[in-house]
């Protein structure tokens, strides 16, 4: 169905990356993802879960008629319901796919299903058709596959590949398998079904024990030619096979893989820290390809190679999947076109000539704090924007904090809440501490602080910082960002970011979950 020398890379950072707990994106943001992912070229945008909820649905929506050159694709459970809304959520897109799914462990088919296998295949064949309605391109995948029986497999592969479906997906759900193990189930599935030549085989691996990047790798060595996988490998539990690892394995060795991808790897970065931004899931420092020490080099045995020769130590160049060396040398005396010209280089798009003005106001702020301002400012300066248009029931007007040796530290504040200012006062372990317990005599949000992270975007003291912090509510999980050069407004914007995501409703529906 393809040709060998194609991996196609099939994107679910909008789907089951927002399963992360408390990554989940508003229609906006999904929009904003999935127009960077366009621009890398991914072949396919798995939008979202359109039963789940209006919210997804109105996403996947919007992301099929915004995006013209990948494919949009919309999940469903292998029930008539799931399809019907998928295929009316991607009936506007320029080219779709619906990707149903049932479990066929035996384990799932037992204990979460509660149906025989033959029922289990009737339901599997009967969805297909029921896709082909809607689009020629169906995707189906066997639930938990690292776990079923490999017979059963064989069966339900080949029957749906007969009722109509192009792509066949073989998720390891649970991240069970291991590379060999997983690549010769690919490898056998491929040898044994007799069909197995009209469709296109693919893998959906999970990270529980850190080899989901392996087994795909292993599964494209064994004939797989979709991989499915997320930005910075984001993802429910451990994550998902990451993207940008998956890419950039295949295209650096090339003297073992007879096939690559089509992206445009220069957009990884950018891709990358837009997602962080957005989901409020920082990248570590050492995570390969996207980590702020990919290409850093502190040894000096290693300092030394590199300065003679590259390839010393660097098996990719950093250019390659969008790290930059450039700074933008603009100050307070700067235009809006010049700083317009240098986002449009970094990938960012402003959807309206007031973001644009806003974003402008606060580079002029910024220009006032730094001396140096670089792209990775800019970058952070933009999803902080963005984060303010989220949800404004509570927004920060004022905070003055007094940290002294010897004395507790006390935070004075005044918020606007739902167009009402209000003042508080309170003290604290430290300046941070007291700033929140004064939103909180205001606010009484009832939650619970799980994570408070701080890391510099770039170096210098006068570097800003940026802070995630993780709120627990009612078994909800919301993550906020806040970023600013005065560390505790930084942690303050945080806070208040994750607070109005609280105060947004969410309706959201497992798609793992229902009568199936």
Same mark, same amino acid.
């Not at 992301?63 to 399809?83: H, N, P, Q, Y």
């Not at 082909?132 to 690292?146: H, I, L």
């Not at 004022?398 to 606007?416: D, F, Q, R």
């Given at each position: 169905?393809?040709? *060998?020398?194609?991996?196609?890379?099939?994107?679910?950072?909008?789907? !089951?990356?927002?399963?992360?707990?408390?990554?989940?994106?508003?229609?906006?943001?999904?929009?904003?993802?999935?127009?960077?992912?366009?621009?890398?070229?991914?072949?396919?945008?798995?939008?979202?879960?359109?039963?789940?909820?209006?919210?997804?649905?109105?996403?996947?929506?919007?992301?099929?008629?915004?995006?013209?050159?990948?494919?949009?694709?919309?999940?469903?459970?292998?029930?008539?319901?799931?399809?019907?809304?998928?295929?009316?959520?991607? /009936?506007?897109?320029?080219?779709?796919?619906?990707?149903?799914?049932?479990?066929?462990?035996?384990?799932?088919?037992?204990?979460?299903?509660?149906?025989?296998?033959?029922?289990?295949?009737?339901?599997?064949? @009967?969805?297909?058709?029921?896709?082909?309605?809607?689009?020629?391109?169906?995707?189906?995948?066997?639930?938990?596959?690292?776990?079923?029986?490999?017979?059963?497999?064989?069966?339900?592969?080949?029957? #749906?590949?007969?009722?109509?479906?192009?792509?066949?997906?073989?998720? *390891?759900?649970?991240?069970?398998?291991?590379?060999?193990?997983? $690549?010769?189930?690919?490898?056998?599935?491929?040898?044994?079904?007799?069909?197995?030549?009209?469709? #296109?085989?693919? #893998?959906?691996?999970?990270?529980?024990?850190?080899?989901?990047?392996?087994?795909?790798?292993?599964?494209?060595?064994?004939?797989? =030619?979709?991989?499915?996988?997320?930005?910075?490998?984001?993802?429910?539990?451990?994550?998902?096979?990451?993207?940008?690892?998956? %890419?950039?394995?295949?295209?650096?060795?090339? *003297?073992? +893989? &007879?096939?690559?991808?089509?992206?445009?790897?220069?957009?990884?970065?950018?891709?990358?820290?837009?997602?962080?931004?957005?989901?409020?899931?920082?990248?570590?420092?050492?995570?390969?390809?996207?980590?702020?020490?990919? +290409? @850093?080099?502190?040894? $000096?045995?290693?300092?030394?190679?590199?300065?003679?020769?590259?390839?010393?130590?660097?098996?990719?160049?950093?250019?390659?999947?969008?790290?930059?060396?450039?700074?933008?040398?603009?100050? /307070?005396?700067?235009? =809006?076109?010049?700083?317009?010209?240098?986002?449009?280089?970094?990938?960012?798009?402003?959807?309206?000539?007031?973001?644009?003005?806003?974003?402008? @106001?606060?580079?002029?702020?910024?220009?006032?704090?730094?001396?140096?301002? +670089?792209?990775?400012?800019?970058?952070?300066?933009?999803?902080?924007?963005?984060?303010?248009?989220?949800?404004?029931?509570?927004?920060?007007?004022?905070? /003055?904090?007094?940290?002294?040796?010897?004395?507790?530290?006390?935070?004075?504040?005044?918020?606007?809440?739902?167009?009402?200012?209000?003042?508080?006062?309170?003290?604290?372990?430290?300046?941070?501490?007291?700033?929140?317990?004064?939103?909180?005599? %205001?606010?009484?949000?009832?939650?619970?602080?799980?994570?408070?992270?701080?890391?510099?975007? &770039?170096?210098?003291?006068?570097?800003?910082?940026?802070?995630?912090?993780?709120?627990?509510?009612?078994? =909800?999980?919301?993550?906020?960002?806040?970023?600013?050069? !005065?560390?505790?407004?930084?942690?303050?914007?945080?806070?208040?970011?994750?607070?109005?995501?609280?105060?947004?409703?969410?309706?959201?529906?497992?798609?793992?979950?229902? *009568?199936?």
């Amino acid at each position: 169905m393809s040709s *060998d020398g194609k991996l196609i890379i099939f994107d679910t950072t909008l789907r !089951d990356g927002e399963q992360s707990p408390g990554a989940s994106m508003t229609r906006d943001e999904k929009v904003r993802i999935a127009k960077a992912l366009e621009r890398m070229k991914v072949d396919i945008i798995e939008a979202g879960f359109p039963i789940a909820s209006v919210g997804d649905f109105e996403s996947v929506q919007a992301v099929a008629e915004a995006v013209k050159d990948s494919t949009v694709c919309g999940l469903a459970r292998a029930l008539e319901k799931d399809i019907n809304r998928a295929g009316e959520a991607l /009936k506007n897109a320029n080219s779709s796919r619906i990707h149903t799914f049932i479990a066929t462990s035996p384990i799932h088919m037992k204990m979460k299903l509660r149906m025989e296998p033959d029922m289990v295949l009737e339901q599997a064949i @009967a969805a297909v058709k029921m896709a082909r309605k809607f689009t020629d391109n169906v995707e189906f995948s066997p639930e938990d596959a690292g776990r079923s029986e490999t017979d059963f497999l064989c069966r339900i592969i080949e029957a #749906v590949i007969d009722a109509g479906a192009t792509t066949i997906n073989i998720p *390891d759900t649970v991240g069970y398998n291991l590379p060999n193990q997983f $690549g010769d189930l690919i490898a056998t599935l491929i040898n044994r079904i007799p069909n197995s030549d009209k469709a #296109v085989f693919s #893998v959906h691996c999970h990270n529980d024990l850190g080899l989901a990047v392996a087994n795909s790798l292993s599964a494209v060595l064994n004939g797989a =030619r979709q991989v499915e996988c997320t930005i910075n490998g984001l993802g429910e539990r451990a994550g998902n096979a990451s993207l940008e690892e998956v %890419v950039m394995a295949v295209r650096t060795r090339q *003297d073992l +893989f &007879t096939c690559d991808t089509e992206l445009d790897t220069t957009q990884i970065v950018p891709c990358s820290r837009l997602v962080s931004g957005i989901t409020g899931f920082p990248v570590q420092p050492n995570k390969a390809i996207v980590g702020a020490n990919a +290409f @850093a080099h502190e040894s $000096g045995i290693h300092q030394d190679g590199v300065l003679k020769s590259r390839e010393t130590y660097e098996i990719m160049r950093a250019q390659d999947v969008g790290w930059s060396e450039n700074r933008i040398v603009l100050g /307070k005396h700067s235009g =809006r076109n010049a700083l317009k010209t240098r986002l449009e280089d970094l990938g960012i798009e402003m959807s309206s000539e007031e973001e644009l003005n806003e974003t402008f @106001a606060r580079f002029k702020d910024l220009a006032d704090k730094k001396h140096e301002i +670089f792209d990775e400012d800019l970058q952070a300066l933009v999803a902080d924007t963005n984060k303010m248009a989220i949800n404004e029931y509570v927004k920060l007007v004022s905070l /003055k904090v007094c940290s002294e040796t010897g004395e507790i530290p006390e935070a004075e504040i005044v918020i606007n809440l739902n167009g009402e200012e209000c003042s508080a006062t309170a003290q604290g372990s430290g300046p941070v501490d007291a700033a929140y317990k004064a939103i909180e005599q %205001v606010v009484s949000s009832n939650t619970e602080l799980q994570l408070y992270s701080v890391n510099n975007i &770039t170096s210098g003291t006068d570097s800003q910082g940026e802070v995630t912090v993780r709120l627990s509510h009612d078994g =909800r999980i919301v993550h906020g960002q806040g970023a600013d050069t !005065d560390i505790v407004i930084a942690s303050t914007k945080a806070y208040i970011n994750a607070l109005n995501k609280v105060m947004l409703p969410e309706e959201r529906e497992h798609p793992q979950l229902g *009568d199936v």
